[in-house]
């Protein structure tokens, strides 16, 4: 058996939360793209081998709004993100290819400095941007500036990730605090009376992940980076795909007070909420202790932590422990809260 | 964080639960109704029902603005963003809410100007920016919104604004709490009060439920340890044989109310004769509706609202869960035909609606297929 369930896609239009990352995206991939693309397997990068090594190859479009924001902006996120794919891959990121669709009237400095962004967090992330393509488009038809950004990578032979291997008493880990992305996009909008010293954490994962795999290769069995829909749609869809169950200890998760607060303000769920520079990383139990310790030893990893356990029932579902001994599911992420993220 | 973490204190929260259990009688059950909605969602956030005594059962009241909104209603709101010179405004629970034309945000995905707000003031100054545009505002909610939505027309009327509307759905907590009281399927030992409703009018209008139907009302806080602990002073007025109206939320309701937010409600809004509930059917001076002064602002006086009228989809059974007489998943669709991404009834819509609660915190099996 591959999928416990086959999704169909019924929808008439579509919709901002098509884009959101939570069902109803899982619906148009899962339920038009793949069919007709005639790939069931799908996923956000791909591996391909050639000549005995193994590349990841993947893809990322960026239309987030604001195009500047605390702590990055759009040209930065274009780089990180399709990084970020390819290194919760295993896949040591090489290269980039980058499209950029301009809208007529945007400023020239803007774009300058968006050029610049994209140099300096691509040398950040130690990968070259060896191509690309530029379009323009008419005034008010592309809010200024769209990036897409494709990459490839080498696969670390040493790891092989997918959740069929991922077991009952594997651990959960997080690299660190999450929501930050999501609220500091959605305060930089200034449509909320909401102030908050916070910035998006975009960065790039990878020297995180090399740490993992130089620790815990042979204990690392599935890893994703939580961009939308947040930590509980990416740990939803590995209890789906494993039909496990997936248990979070509420009070271990990492969460800052400025994020905590404007969730709690506007009745959103960290868990939902988009992040650009963190990774969840399953890891089997014997290699937790290891693999925490390694990401700790990286420079912006010490807020990592071990955050919850792979169970076997409820199989598929992923719920959350209170420190008081009262527990409750956590779902995928339904609609789009904020639409635009990314 | 501080004002949060105290009422999440593991410690204080185990301690109150163990109350619960030693106050409550084995022998006997515990039918407590929640009003609020958000009280519905604290309660399976936080899974509160885990730490309860099995003879302890927690019933889903009203409370909820989004899931007692007729659907015709929303018909009318959609019928108006139809056309290119309006912009309709709502509250984010609005924007999921199935008519029989789709949900708001169907219809904007279609091209109609609807946009999501966090405060009618937010509605306003889209009013002031677009003055070539009509901006309305759909305003739901019960007591704790009004006077907001008061504030705001009073705000309107004084800059003189005139592209701005209210289409007004507000409801008032009372009479509903009253229409379940009447009911003859009525089988509940006492209430947890509203906590916000409470801010604006205080305690003393529950007082009828301690005096005339003789049971206990708690007014509570959204924290775990605010609602076990009106659970404790619940069963503790039940043990003694005592019906009396409580307020455990003392660090922000005052027992009189707002005086300011009421003086604001009474200048802008007067009752409706009636106005229909979903589930609960039509109920008598349950509703406002802006004062002959401000008919200027009212969507209801300047446009054509058609009033069109929708029954319930059959199957699904809203109005028996909105009364207390079912459980979410005694329903029918419940996690079939209806889940929260597509809603049949608007207590799978909202996140304070029992159903979606239900679903998204406690429901289990459903998970595994998804959709």
Known sequence: MTKPSIVRFKDAQIELAHGAGGKASRRLVEGLIAPILGNPSLDDAAQLNLNGSSLAFTADSFVVKPLRFPGGSIGELAVNGTVNDLAVSGAKPIALLSTLILEAGLSAQVLQEELEAIQQAAQIAGVQVVGGDTKVVEHGKADGLYISTSGIGLVDSRVNLAASSVRPGDQVLLSGAIGDHGITILLARGELDLEADLKSDTRSVWPFVEALIGMAAPGLRWMRDPTRGGVATSLNELARDARLAIKLYEDQIPIRDEVRGACEILGLDPLHIANEGQFIAIIAPEYAETALEALRAVSGGAEARLVGEVGESPAGVVYSQTGYGSSRIVDMLVGDPLPRIC | ?371
């Open chain 2, 1 to 371: 964080m501080k004002y949060v973490d105290e009422f999440r204190d593991p410690k204080l929260i185990e301690r109150a639960a163990d109350e619960i259990k030693r106050l409550a009688n084995p022998s006997r059950q515990y039918r407590i109704m929640e009003v609020c909605g958000g009280h519905t969602h604290s309660i399976y956030r936080f899974g509160l029902q885990d730490l309860l005594p099995e003879n302890m059962e927690l019933i889903h009241g009203p409370g909820c603005p989004v899931c007692v909104l007729p659907m015709g209603r929303v018909d009318d709101g959609l019928k108006l963003a139809q056309d290119p010179g309006v912009i309709l405004t709502a509250f984010g629970d609005m924007m999921r809410v199935p008519g029989q034309m789709g949900t708001p945000l169907e219809m904007k995905a279609r091209g109609a100007d609807i946009r999501m707000v966090y405060s009618p003031l937010d509605a306003l100054k889209l009013a002031e920016k677009n003055p070539e545009r009509q901006v309305i505002f759909f305003a739901i909610g019960f007591e704790t919104t009004a006077p907001s939505t008061a504030l705001t027309l009073m705000r309107a009327k004084k800059m003189g604004i005139e592209n701005f509307t209210v289409f007004c759905n507000h409801v008032t907590i009372v009479p509903a709490m009253r229409a379940i009281l009447d009911s003859p399927d009525m089988r509940l030992d006492g209430f947890i009060g509203p906590g916000h409703v409470s801010t604006v009018i205080g305690c003393r209008p529950y007082e009828f439920v301690a005096k005339e139907f003789g049971k206990p009302v708690v007014t509570s806080g959204f924290e775990p340890l605010d609602l076990l602990q009106s659970m404790v002073m619940l069963l503790r007025q039940m043990n003694e044989g005592r019906a009396e109206v409580e307020n455990q939320y003392e660090r922000v309701v005052p027992w009189e109310g707002n005086r300011a937010a009421l003086a604001a409600m009474a200048q802008v809004f007067e009752l409706r004769p009636y106005f229909e509930w979903r589930g609960l059917g039509f109920i008598s001076q349950s509703a406002l509706k802006l004062r002959p002064e401000y008919a200027q602002w009212d969507t209801e006086a300047r446009f054509t609202v058609e009033g069109v009228r929708v029954t319930d989809p059959k199957a699904a059974q809203c109005g028996e869960v909105l009364k207390g007489v079912l459980k979410p998943q005694q329903c029918k669709l419940f996690g079939k035909e209806c889940t929260p991404e597509r809603p049949v009834g608007a207590l799978m819509v909202s996140s304070e609606g029992a159903c979606a609660a239900y679903y998204n915190y406690v429901h289990r099996a459903e998970a595994v297929s998804g959709d």
